[in-house]
């Protein structure tokens, strides 16, 4: 683990980071530390910083006239010169130091690999990958929690006892109390006069599992990948329908290698070459 700063990430794991943190984020930055860390011997690591390190605002213009966008300092081309990370994260905040991020750094850009997939001119920034989809996993989510609460209503045995003078059982029971929770099993007195209407909530009523199904389907379809890649439920296809998709899904994969050879691995066995050598 001597290729990563704090030691405890191998170059494998540090890649399994970046394609994470690509997909949540929309984008991730690698900044090249030029010491040696741990017993190499070659003067060189480097430092996994989620995109929160980024100042994105209050940042001043540089003193060399560029601009800087969401804390990132381009120049005339809108080529990056630089970075400006907090020192800290900025959600690190400890008893007696409330303004730990309060320490700033200015980064060149040749010390940063700065991974995002522009998607239009003049992008600067990423964008999650789950942008397109995040609406309808979110849909999913409430259209879970509603059929578990009524599936929940619906299995419990409750009862209601009623009496013409109701339930008086000395300082147990309090004038004005009324039913509103209901449990598995539970058995509730009612005042005189009144009584419970309690809806057919007929539940599981199977359509659960074919707007599940939909949802994944339209979310697998922005996230370019396949409904059984997400779902991981292959009963619903056979083999023809199974390796159309897989061969469609890699074209994607391999879009993503290209993009990771050339702008993350490259830029890194250079600087390490470099450093290796000297």
């Known amino acids: 683990n001597r290729c990563d700063v704090s030691g405890l990430l191998s170059f494998h794991q540090i890649e399994r980071m970046l394609i994470r943190s690509l997909a949540e984020s929309g984008e ?40 800087v966008r969401m804390g990132i300092e381009v120049d005339s081309y809108l080529r990056p ?12 905040t ?56 009524r599936a929940r209503a619906s299995s419990a045995l409750m009862g209601f006892i009623t009496s013409p003078e109701g339930e008086l059982i000395g300082d147990e029971v309090y004038q004005g109390d009324r039913v509103q929770d209901f449990s598995p099993g539970k058995f509730a007195y009612l005042d005189p006069g009144q009584s419970v209407t309690v809806p057919d909530l007929n539940a599981p009523d199977g359509q659960l599992e074919p707007f599940t199904r939909s949802m994944l389907r339209a979310a697998a379809a922005g996230l370019g990948v396949s409904f059984e890649s997400l779902s991981k439920n292959f009963s619903e296809s056979n083999y023809s329908s199974s390796r159309l998709a897989l061969l469609e899904e ?3 994969w391999k879009t993503l290698q290209d993009y990771m050879v050339k702008n993350f691995h490259q830029p890194v066995y250079a600087a390490w070459l470099e450093m290796a050598v000297m």
């Open 94 to 149: 400890y008893a007696g130091n409330p303004r730990s991020n309060a320490k700033r750094i200015r980064v060149p850009a040749n010390e940063v690999i700065h991974l995002f997939m522009p998607e239009r001119p003049g992008q600067t920034r990423g964008v999650t990958w789950f942008s397109s989809a995040l609406m309808r996993l979110h849909m999913l989510q409430g259209y879970e929690e509603a059929e578990l609460v």
């Open 81 to 92: 010169q630089a970075y400006h990370f907090y020192a800290n994260h900025p959600g690190d």
């Open 250 to 252: 890699r074209e994607h």
């Open 28 to 67: 991730v930055f690698i900044r090249m530390i030029k010491r040696p860390f741990g017993d190499s011997r070659v003067p060189f690591a480097l430092q996994v910083l989620e995109p929160d390190y980024l100042i994105d605002d209050d940042v001043p213009q540089a003193a060399t006239g560029n601009m």
